[in-house]
Structure formats: structure tokens, C-alpha cells
């Protein structure tokens, strides 16, 4: 199977454990790469004042992944934006990953993965898993495992 992994990662933790899920779904003999939304500007909370340098346009994967962090207690802006202009597809289903700082998912990762849901759900695109790691926890390797197996399974 052809999976695409779709992320924005501003600090880069998002992006080792799209690696992870990456390295897993390679062991298990499917084909898979990450593709990085790319912004400038977007280090600030000012969620329009950033400019795409990298649009991924992720056609011809029979799935996706779909992974960013959480910023201001809801999905960062970046991929907001993405899924709201950008975004198009040929796949039917994806997973979802996000990660945050805070240790409860209260605390925006639950907001993140129904927006994430939910303006794919718009163009047709259903979620059949989500994961959320939260950075800031003791038990944050425990999380990043669980998210590998659940987002590796095809």
C-alpha cells in the first residue's frame, strides 16, 4: 500500500514521530513518504502572518496520515490553512497525529484532531484513527509507541 504522510512540524517533534510511523510502515512492506508543509512566519501566534514555501499535493497514496501540533490550544494554523485551501486528495481515509506540550488532551489536542476531522471530513475524507502525544509527559515514549502502532496499521 502507498501511505502519505502529510505534516507541518514547527519544532520538529512532530516530524521524529512521523519518522517513526514512516520507519514502522516501511518494516511492515508498504510504501511510504513524508511530505512537509513548509511556512515562514509561522513562529508567532499570529496564525495569518506566515507564507507557504511548500504545498504538498498528496494524490496517488491509497492513504494518508495527517500530523501537526497543537498551537494556542487548537490545531496549529498552518495546517488550518492547508486543509482549508489547499488541501486535495484521492485517498479515502487517513490518520490523524497530533502533538502538544500540555499533558491532557483538554488542553487543545482533542480540539486539534475534530478540526483535523472535520475539514477533511468537507472534501470527503474520512478518519479511521488519531493519536495525540502529549511532549511534556512522563509517559510521552509510551504515547509516541502507542501512536506508531496505531497509525501503522493498515
Known amino acids: 500500500m502507498k501511505i502519505g504522510l502529510v505534516i507541518y512540524s514547527q519544532t520538529g517533534n ?13 518494516e511492515n512492506g508498504h510504501e511510504a513518504a513524508i ?15 506566515f507564507a507557504f514555501t511548500n504545498i ?4 496517488g497514496y491509497d ?15 498552518v495546517m488550518k490553512k492547508y486543509l ?17 506540550h500540555f499533558k491532557f488532551s483538554w488542553m487543545g489536542g482533542n480540539n486539534a484532531v475534530r478540526a483535523i476531522t472535520s475539514l ?4 470527503g475524507v474520512k ?8 511532549w511534556s509527559s512522563a509517559q510521552r515514549q509510551r504515547e509516541i509507541d ?3 502502532r496505531a497509525l501503522s496499521e493498515v
Open 14 to 26: 512532530t516530524l521524529s514521530v512521523a519518522k517513526e510511523i514512516q520507519k514502522k510502515l516501511t
Open 35 to 49: 511530505e512537509k508543509i513548509e511556512a515562514v512566519g509561522a513562529e508567532s501566534n499570529a496564525r495569518e502572518s
Open 56 to 59: 504538498p499535493k498528496p494524490l
Open 63 to 77: 492513504k494518508l496520515i495527517l500530523a501537526a501540533p497543537v498551537q494556542a490550544f487548537s490545531l496549529n494554523g
Open 84 to 100: 482549508k485551501e489547499y488541501f486535495k486528495t484521492d485517498a479515502q481515509t487517513f490518520g490523524c497525529l497530533v502533538t502538544q
Open 120 to 123: 477533511c471530513a468537507a472534501k
Open 127 to 134: 478518519c479511521e484513527k488519531s493519536a495525540i502525544v502529549h
Open 146 to 148: 502507542a501512536a506508531v
